[in-house]
């Protein structure tokens, strides 16, 4: 699913139009990455927590040459999925 296939199956779940469903949909987005950005974490119950993660600075090989190339440190997005979610996805078909 895409986002356009999305913003359509929300505008048809809430019954509003498109355009209302592209506005939710961009300012939800919009909000978790602002907060994740300040390092806040976003947590949706039942669904599940975006939060920063940090990755540390490490050494690495270049695959073609073999070469070991410095990694920089860098800020990274997590994902948990929530017990509802993990539950739903792990519901066995009948």
């Keep these: 699913m895409n986002k356009t296939e999305l913003i359509d199956a929300i505008a048809a779940d809430a ?3 498109k355009v209302g469903a592209q506005r939710v949909l961009d300012s939800v987005i919009n ?3 602002k907060a994740v950005t300040k390092d806040d974490t976003v947590q949706l119950i039942g669904f599940g927590s975006f ?3 940090k990755r540390a600075a490490r050494v690495g090989r270049n695959p073609r ?3 070991e190339i410095k990694i920089a440190a860098a800020k990274t ?3 948990a ?3 509802g979610f993990k539950d739903t996805v792990n519901k066995k078909k009948k």
């Design 81 to 83: 999925a929530g017990k």
């Design 77 to 79: 997005v997590k994902f």
């Design 65 to 67: 040459t073999g070469e």
């Design 51 to 53: 939060s920063a993660g």
């Design 31 to 33: 909000q978790v990455v």
């Design 15 to 17: 019954e509003i139009s």
